[in-house]
């Protein structure tokens, strides 16, 4: 279901009922001087459709290579709608495919079991995110998958895999208590499912060692503010050592834990700002750092195989960088991107080129080469030195697209914040501008290739799009996290505004001709600039944004275990002077002060931030006479993913942002008429 104004609902149903050719003349073109002057000379970029950027039925991409190193399995779309694949690396055209449909926010997961023959997948079919497991076998040429038999209220996730050549996997759900989370063993071969270990209701996560079996656990010391919590290693004869206690602002994100070599390689931040890699000796606790950043921090770590310690790491301080421990591996890999390049499979020399995978004797690796206009995923035979393509590789979106370029300028009270902007290709004078603000706050946005995605699409409609990576964002150390504190409605709008205040004195975006929108805590964000006013907002777009914050956090989830972090950031919502406060800087209570045209989008099953949320805000825009379109997805969550949704959705943007920016629109688009 989604609901729309009734000038604009009626105004797509006369462009549907238009057929063949006619269909282009639903198009509009620009109609902000500096687009009207680029179209006029030819500057811009062909007008793609939106189809192209968020139901392309060319994709197929994010492989995985199974243990054994002979099988592949990659996602890709199967009818119109997306499914999985396999198929042995020696035989490239023999396809197997499987029409699992949409497996929900951020695309699921899926992966090979130990034994090379099975794979399991996720399922978030309802955007309620209770999710489901599923186990096929890829000997079968017809889906028929095993499916792990729980209530359709549990929500279930992989863990980690069992020993090696097996068809086992270790999984955990919230069957037995909503609010934790028991650790299981599946065995594909047998189709059974066993209890390994129950949740005293203070297991954060459960750690499964190199040789698949379980070794750790991160335990909260207490309930329900979980300020400090400890890593356990599992001993020989059961019981749990400590090796490590944290505060609850502390991260200690284990990588790996390789038992038989007594060592395990972690990201933390204990005594320290940023994240760094460090190896833990697990019978003597003592740890050495093994690669750190002055700016920011690590953000992954690289592995080489099933066993050992890693070979190199990434880091985003603008352009992503990977930077590896082994020298000689890091040349290999050069040199594959090298051969690559010359026997044209990529297009340019890569920005970030990495290890994505492969087989569990560094045989076969995949490798993911990354450059300004394509993201190449590559499979290197080390042996034979051949390197092949395996993902859909788009032509002439160096024509087409934007890159993505990062940017960093000096906040007035001289914090450091970074951020990315997209220009639209062919503008050359001041374009409309559109803010698009990450949630969280506590994620980052990094840098991407101009590939088919939400903002190069807005791109290629005529406006630069910019990320900023506000205070509270991760990251950047903890400082620049906790420097939002209490200050969500305040000093963390500020940085936004000083953003495109940025933009506008680089003369990149025209002042008055900018809009802002954003999903979860950036829809919250999005509320307060057009409320705020630092800047003639013409319009914003809202998607699962929070209003009502007092009521947000009295109703996450159960499974939740970072409350200490709202808490801290936004106050106590039992304190009533803290809750009177977080009233105060919620959107609820200041709709009044917004006199934008708004465009607010949700999905009915949200349990992060509920729908009554965006309810609210139309209602009490409606009840004032104000502009405000809603779109409300009956079959979603906290994010939109099922593509005939995400066309919906991004028509609707195109529209909307067509109708107060400027910006050119493709108008109707016949995959509209598609057939469930």
């Not at 505060?247 to 940023?274: E, H, M």
Request: charged share 20%; glycine share 10%.
């Amino acid at each position: 279901m989604w609901m729309t104004s009734v000038g604009r609902h009626l105004a797509r149903a006369a462009c549907a009922m238009v057929l063949g050719s006619a269909l282009t003349a639903c198009t509009s073109p620009p109609r902000h001087p500096a687009l009207v002057t680029a179209a006029d000379a030819g500057q811009l970029a062909p007008l793609l459709p939106v189809r192209q950027f968020v139901a392309n039925a060319e994709r197929v991409g994010g492989f995985v290579m199974a243990p054994n190193g002979e099988r592949l399995l990659w996602s890709q779309t199967v009818g119109l709608d997306t499914g999985l694949a396999v198929r042995r690396v020696d035989a490239a055209g023999a396809t197997t495919t499987y029409a699992v449909g949409n497996q929900g926010r951020r695309g699921g997961y899926y992966n090979w079991l130990p034994d090379s023959r099975h794979f399991v997948f996720s399922k978030d079919e309802q955007g309620d995110e209770n999710t489901r497991l599923f186990v096929q076998d890829a000997e079968l040429s017809q889906l028929a998958p095993w499916a792990l038999s729980l209530p359709r209220d549990v929500r279930s996730f992989v863990v980690g895999m069992g020993p090696e050549g097996s068809a086992r996997f270790f999984l955990a759900n919230n069957q037995r208590d909503k609010a934790s989370f028991d650790l299981y063993e599946a065995d594909a071969a047998s189709r059974t499912l066993r209890e390994v270990s129950r949740n005293d209701g203070l297991v954060l996560h459960w750690l499964i060692d190199t040789q698949g079996q379980l070794a750790g656990r991160i335990r909260q010391l207490a309930r329900p503010d979980g300020s400090d919590s400890v890593f356990e290693l599992l001993a020989p004869d059961g019981r749990w050592r400590v090796m490590k206690t944290m505060g609850g602002f502390d991260t200690f994100w284990v990588q790996r834990i390789d038992t038989q070599a007594r060592r395990a390689w972690v990201l933390s931040n204990l005594g320290r700002d940023k994240l760094v890699l460090v190896e833990l000796h697990l019978d003597t606790g003592v740890q050495q750092v093994l690669a750190e950043h002055p700016r920011v921090d690590l953000s992954q770590t690289l592995f080489e195989g099933r066993t050992g310690g890693p070979n190199g790491y990434v880091v985003a301080p603008g352009y992503p960088e990977a930077h590896y421990l082994d020298t000689a591996y890091g040349q290999a890999v050069q040199g594959a991107v090298a051969r690559a390049l010359s026997d044209g499979l990529i297009n340019a020399q890569p920005v970030l080129a990495r290890r994505n995978g492969g087989d569990t004797v560094g045989r076969r690796v995949l490798l993911r080469s990354q450059s300004d206009f394509d993201d190449a995923e590559l499979l290197w035979d080390r042996q034979t030195g051949k390197v092949e393509r395996l993902n859909t590789r788009f032509v002439d979106t160096e024509k087409t697209l934007s890159p993505s370029v990062p940017f960093e300028f000096t906040a007035s009270d001289g914090r450091a914040i970074a951020g990315y902007l997209i220009r639209p290709r062919g503008a050359q004078r001041r374009v409309p501008l559109v803010v698009d603000i990450h949630g969280g706050p506590w994620v980052r946005d990094i840098w991407q290739p101009a590939t088919y995605n939400a903002r190069q699409l807005l791109a290629n409609r005529g406006y630069a799009v910019m990320q900023v990576n506000y205070r509270g964002s991760s990251g950047y150390g903890r400082e620049h996290l906790w420097a939002a504190e209490r200050e969500t409605n305040g000093r963390l709008q500020q940085d936004i505004a000083e953003a495109v205040q940025w933009a506008v004195d680089q003369g990149i975006a025209d002042p008055e001709s900018l809009a802002v929108m954003g999903g979860s805590f950036g829809g919250f964000s999005v509320l307060a600039q057009l409320a705020q006013k630092p800047h003639n907002y013409r319009c914003g777009v809202n998607v699962v944004g929070v209003a009502n914050w007092p009521r947000t956090m009295e109703s996450w989830p159960a499974f939740w275990r970072n409350r200490h972090y709202f808490t801290r950031t936004y106050g106590d919502v039992d304190n009533p002077v803290d809750r009177a406060e977080m009233l105060r800087n919620s959107p609820v209570t200041y709709l009044d002060q917004i006199s934008a045209p708004l465009l607010v989008i949700h999905g009915a099953n949200d349990i992060r931030v509920l729908r009554q949320d965006s309810d609210d805000v139309v209602a009490a825009l409606r009840q004032r006479g104000h502009p405000v379109d809603y779109l409300l997805f009956d079959n979603e969550g906290h994010s939109i993913s099922k593509w005939r949704n995400r066309l919906a959705m991004w028509r609707g943007i195109e529209d909307f942002f067509a109708s107060c920016l400027g910006g050119r629109s493709a108008g109707f688009d016949y995959y509209q008429l598609m057939p469930r």
